[in-house]
T-cell receptor
Framework: AQKVTQAQTEISVVEKEDVTLDCVYETRDTTYYLFWYKQPPSGELVFLIR??????QNEISGRYSWNFQKSTSSFNFTITASQVVDSAVYFC?????????????FGGGTRLMVKP | ETGVTQTPRHLVMGMTNKKSLKCEQH?????MYWYKQSAKKPLELMFVYNFKEQTENNSVPSRFSPECPNSSHLFLHLHTLQPEDSALYLC??????????????FGEGSRLTVL
C-alpha cells in the first residue's frame, strides 16, 4: 500500500528564515509521481510541483526548492527567506496511477506559521 | 472564472436531511474527484470519475452518492449523514492521459456540519 509521511505537524519560523518541510513516501510502484500542494486558509489546495520517479533532479522555483532523493524515498521542500504569505498547510502526495485517473495519497500535512 | 468552483461553501444539515454538493470545472479536464478532509485525518479520496464514468469508489458509505452528468459537473448527494461526516469536502479535476499523472486542480471546498 502507498503511504506518505510528513513527520512535522507544525513548524513556526520568523520571517526571512529558511524552512524545510520533510516528506517520506512508500510505494511498490516503479513509476510514480510526487506532488506538493499548498492549502491557504481559504481552503483550496494549490498545486506547487509534480515530479516523476525517473527525474531526480532537484528543482528551484524562486524561493521554493525541492530535493528528491529516491534512495531515501524522500521529497523535501525548502522555502528560502520565508514570508508571512507562506503561512499555510503544505501537503505532500504520491500518485497511484492507473487507467481510472490520478489518485493521490496525501500525507497528513505540515502547518507552517511564518511570524513577522 | 476560477478553475473549479464548489457550492455551497458552507452547509449545516441535520441527520435526516437530504442535500447536495455541487462542483463545476471550467478547465476542460476529463477526470473529476471528491476528497474528504477531516480535522484529524489526511485527505481521503472518495470518488473518481473519468470521462463521466465512475472508476473508483474508495469504500465510501452509501449515504454519500456521487453523480457526474457530464465532464464538467460533479455532485455529491448526501442523506442520513452522521455527525462524524462533518468535514471539508473538496472537489478536484485533472487532465488524464498519455501515461502522465495530471496535477489536480482543487476547488475551495464545501464545509459540511452535521448536527
Amino acid at each position: 500500500a502507498q503511504k506518505v509521511t510528513q513527520a512535522q505537524t507544525e513548524i513556526s519560523v520568523v520571517e526571512k528564515e529558511d524552512v524545510t518541510l520533510d516528506c517520506v513516501y512508500e510505494t511498490r510502484d516503479t513509476t510514480y509521481y510526487l506532488f506538493w500542494y499548498k492549502q491557504p486558509p481559504s481552503g483550496e489546495l494549490v498545486f506547487l510541483i509534480r515530479r516523476n520517479s525517473f527525474d531526480e533532479q532537484n528543482e528551484i522555483s524562486g524561493r521554493y526548492s525541492w530535493n528528491f532523493q529516491k534512495s531515501t524515498s524522500s521529497f523535501n521542500f525548502t522555502i528560502t527567506a520565508s514570508q508571512v504569505v507562506d503561512s499555510a498547510v503544505y501537503f505532500c502526495a504520491l500518485s497511484e496511477r492507473n487507467n481510472a485517473g490520478n489518485m493521490l495519497t496525501f500525507g497528513g500535512g505540515t502547518r507552517l506559521m511564518v511570524k513577522p | 472564472e476560477t478553475g473549479v468552483t464548489q457550492t455551497p461553501r458552507h452547509l449545516v444539515m441535520g441527520m435526516t436531511n437530504k442535500k447536495s454538493l455541487k462542483c463545476e470545472q471550467h478547465l476542460g479536464h476529463n477526470a473529476m474527484y471528491w476528497y474528504k478532509q477531516s480535522a484529524k485525518k489526511p485527505l481521503e479520496l472518495m470518488f473518481v470519475y473519468n470521462f463521466k464514468e465512475q472508476t473508483e469508489n474508495n469504500s465510501v458509505p452509501s449515504r454519500f452518492s456521487p453523480e457526474c452528468p457530464n465532464s464538467s459537473h460533479l455532485f455529491l448527494h448526501l442523506h442520513t449523514l452522521q455527525p462524524e461526516d462533518s468535514a471539508l469536502y473538496l472537489c478536484a479535476s485533472s487532465q488524464e492521459g498519455q501515461g502522465i499523472a495530471g496535477e489536480l486542480f482543487f476547488g475551495e471546498g464545501s464545509r459540511l456540519t452535521v448536527l
